[in-house]
């Protein structure tokens, strides 16, 4: 229970319907291992992570005393002209963990400025090897890269982009969403082998419009998280790799979801035995608990920016809070933990688990019309209530929250993405309650 009183005056909630969150409020006090406490008492169990961020479970006593060690030796300091150990630090335990040559990190504080941050070094680094008219960038339809307005631009879920309109970036265009209904609507850990190619339209139609020497860069998710967990198509990774090599085009993956061992493996790059130029993380980093992102480069970009009068700033981009020391030492003993505990092998481990629970759980239940599971999340997809778009997934996420279980509603589709730490009796809960809510809600 809250010893705190509050009202609801002031606050303006993020990504919420805030007349209707007035009525019914959603508060969380405490949390430990795989369950919060609400404001009235309430134990609810965290069927998300609390949106993806905190893989080793809430309230780690390893990651609360490196942050208090830290609070009391280095504060803050400021990361312009100056820096701290534990940036240098965690910059080596990330650039060790991640995929091929990928080895300078660029830290920011979230998964937007990761996406806005990645854009511009794309530019910086054309820019720098005279091939500055590469400013055309490509996204991909229905992707998610936060709410800066370069990552709105590139991002492609029409509601996040509709009122911004006026201010999107010019020249950026996106690849049709690679989802195919009606052959893979039912995608159990595989990957759908899409009889034609999903990527003929990159080079048939978009590229020659704008002509590749003119593209700086194609950023995509690889697995789809905040739509809904749409899994890509067998090799399309690859061969996204293979056109963005022949024709001088950067590849970002936006991995603030797959990032650190939501598909069993360190990246989803790892996954799918693909390397980008640019890696873009967040989210579970810190376990969630402090907030911090950040851009992996491939050494030549790095390289490539490094001109100029040695007293002058090369890349003219950074925070306030870049490589903030507490949020490194967060980011140090995450990465302990995810070592000591593997749990990245037991994202994979309980990742069959859960797919297997929802697949025989979930499939055939009223108005389910796709199921997609791989790594630990997975995705039910719903038949609209005709007219109003999302009220059936949201009837569904608050049943279940009053029943004791935190899914995410996205679009049509009902998420579920523990913790790794998620024990079989967690995963039976989150199944039967969603099975439960979705029957009720029929
Ligand atoms: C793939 C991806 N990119 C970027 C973001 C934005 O991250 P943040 O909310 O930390 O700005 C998210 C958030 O969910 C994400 O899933």
Known sequence: MSNVEFTMDNQWLPF?????????????????????????????????SSLWCVAAGHNRRPINEAIKRQLDTLDYATAFQVSNDQAFLAAER?????????????????????????LKVA?????????????????????????????????????NRKAFGAALLPRVDHLRFAHDPVN????????????????????????PLHDPS???????????GSAGWYIPPKGYLKRLREICDKHGILLIFDEVITGFGRLGKPFAADYYGVVPDMLNFAKCVTNGVIPMGGVICRGKLYDAIMQGPEHVVEFFHGYTYSGHPVACAAAIATLDLFRDEDLFARAGTMGTALGDAMHSG???????VGLRTLGLAGAVELAPIPGTP?????????????????????????????????????????????????????
């Open 16 to 48: 919420t319907p805030n007349r209707q969150f007035h009525k019914d409020p959603r508060v969380f006090v405490a949390a430990d291992g795989m369950f919060f406490t609400t404001h009235d008492g309430r134990r609810v169990l965290d069927g998300v």
């Open 94 to 118: 990330i650039a060790s963990l991640a995929p091929g040559d990928l080895d300078k990190v660029l830290f920011c504080n979230s998964g937007s400025e990761a996406a806005d941050t990645s």
């Open 123 to 159: 530019l910086a680094y054309h820019r720098a090897r005279g091939e500055g008219h590469r400013t055309v960038f490509i996204g991909r339809e229905r992707s998610y890269h936060g709410v800066g307005f370069g990552g709105m631009s590139v991002g492609g879920i029409p509601a």
């Open 184 to 207: 893979h609507a039912y995608v159990h850990g595989a990957e759908p082998v899409w009889s034609e190619d999903p990527l003929v339209e990159l080079e048939a139609r978009i590229l």
């Open 214 to 224: 003119n593209v700086a860069a194609i950023i995509v998710e690889p697995v789809v």
């Open 362 to 368: 979930l499939k055939g239940l009223p108005n389910v």
């Open 390 to 442: 999302g009220k059936r997934s949201f009837d569904i996420f608050l049943e279940c929250f009053h029943q004791g279980v935190l899914v995410r509603a996205a679009g049509e589709n009902l998420v579920l993405a523990p913790s790794y730490v998620v024990e079989p009796a967690h995963i039976d809960q989150m199944v039967s309650t969603l099975a439960a809510a979705i029957k009720k809600h029929a």
